[in-house]
């Protein structure tokens, strides 16, 4: 690894945001816990690029391929070569024809101190590019061979390589974050809604048990409706749910809610925020062809970056606006039945907490066996969510007035959003400075 003064190049990022949220840490386990990898306190990425404000690191290494990599900081890519696909001249024959080295595999490299010049030992066939088979010396040179390679970008394009990948680092680091975010929240959502639905899907077994033919949602409705309690509705009730998992079921929704909004808060949407932040800087650079696009920085990739990082904030919003409405008429209708289950155990529930007829209505029909949140924390492309018409057509006519260019974003969920974003920004970084 070499490592090369540069220019100081101020990230102000730190100007508009607080440091990088960290990954949330996994339910069940404790700061400490020998199976945590990451202890919350560690510094050590945020020390890594401060590190970095004066000097360009760059760390090469080959494959028995005859790959050659380019790490700036040891760990972000900025450029690959093969030496088999090289044509050059050999300084060991008289003649003036190209070669090529066929199966070419590094044994050996080293950068030089002014990051100019790389030298590699390798050992493969070395062949004349349109000679016909033939096995004489001048055509094959098979053994071990010593090239010199000019890569003299590296020092003209020093300070911007620098500053590219120290805003992509960085970001790879967000993506972890959003990442972890989701499967945490995902998890801890799905294990709410799994002892919603153990306790909730023993009301199906009792109306089937007493030989009717309705759903749980009619025999719900009528309840509400004001109609004589069912047999298996009173049991249920009264006997297989009682005020004592009712209250279980729901401290365990609440609780999730709590644990989502401030994974969302404290970790995901900063992390996005900063996402859009940094590929707005990159957008920027972009502009400067003469200086960026040598390196990689095409204006219309990072134009979609962009545009995907904003989209995924609009989802991060629209998730907060459902979660706030789901767990809303969920307390709604725990309220509704915990009344109910007063009543039906003659019990005074006159200090119980109000619902509304119309929100348990809403539940019933909507929410009580289907489960938006957990579809939003899905990363399927096969699901689409249904968005009203009068809406696409306003998100389309946004484009004209400089909105998101893909109206169909409102379709797709809040881990596919994030997930064309990653995967966008991986195959980005396959191209960047290739």
Not at 251 to 264: D, N, T
Not at 285 to 300: D, N, P
Not at 338 to 358: R, T, Y
């Amino acid at each position: 690894m070499e490592t090369v003064a540069i220019q100081h190049i101020e990230d102000r990022t730190p100007r508009f945001f607080p440091p990088a949220p960290r990954v949330p840490q996994t339910p069940g386990l404790v700061q400490g816990d020998s199976s945590s990898f990451m202890d919350e306190n560690d510094d050590s990425f945020r020390e890594l690029f401060d590190s970095s404000h004066q000097q360009l690191d760059i760390l090469c290494s080959g494959d028995k391929d005859g790959n050659i990599y380019f790490n700036i900081f040891g760990i972000f890519p900025i450029g690959k070569v093969n030496i088999r696909d090289i044509a050059f001249r050999s300084p060991l024959v008289e003649n003036h024809a190209s070669y090529q080295l066929m199966d070419a595999s590094i044994c050996k490299m080293a950068l030089s101190s002014d990051i100019c010049h790389i030298m590699v030992l390798c050992s493969g066939v070395l062949t004349e590019i349109g000679s016909e088979a033939s096995d004489t010396f001048e055509s094959h040179l098979q053994g071990f061979h010593s090239l010199v390679l000019d890569c003299s970008i590296f020092q003209e394009r020093k300070n911007e390589l620098h500053q590219v990948a120290r805003q992509a680092s960085n970001a790879e680091h967000l993506f972890e974050v959003i990442r972890k975010s989701i499967d945490v929240m995902s998890k801890q959502w799905s294990d709410a809604m799994h002892m919603y639905h153990e306790k909730f899907n023993t009301l199906s077994t009792l109306i089937v048990d007493h030989g009717l033919d309705s759903s749980p949602q009619e025999e719900f409705l009528s309840l509400l409706g004001g109609a004589r309690t069912s047999p298996p509705v009173h049991q249920f009730l009264v006997t297989s749910l009682g005020e004592a998992g009712l209250k279980r079921v729901g401290k365990a929704v609440s609780g999730a809610r709590k644990e989502l909004q401030k994974i969302v808060l404290d970790h995901l949407q900063p992390a996005a925020e900063m996402i859009a932040f940094r590929m707005g800087e990159l957008r920027g650079l972009s502009k400067w062809r003469a200086r960026y696009k040598g390196i990689g920085l095409e204006e219309s990739l990072i134009d979609d970056a962009t545009e995907k990082a904003g989209m995924l904030l609009v989802q991060i919003e629209r998730f907060i606006r459902i979660l706030s409405s789901v767990v809303q008429q969920f307390s709604k209708n725990f309220n509704w039945l915990l009344k109910c289950v007063k009543v039906l155990m003659s019990e005074p529930s006159d200090q119980l907490l109000p619902f509304s007829s119309e929100l348990v209505i809403i539940f019933l029909k909507f929410l009580y066996d289907q489960d938006p949140i957990g579809t939003l924390l899905q990363d399927t492309k096969l699901l689409n969510i249904e968005v009203d018409s009068e809406t696409m057509q306003r998100v389309a006519e946004l484009a004209y007035f400089g909105g998101f260019l893909d109206s169909e974003y409102l379709k797709r969920t809040l881990a596919t959003e994030f997930q064309q974003l990653e995967s966008w920004y991986a195959s980005y970084l396959q191209c960047l400075f290739a």
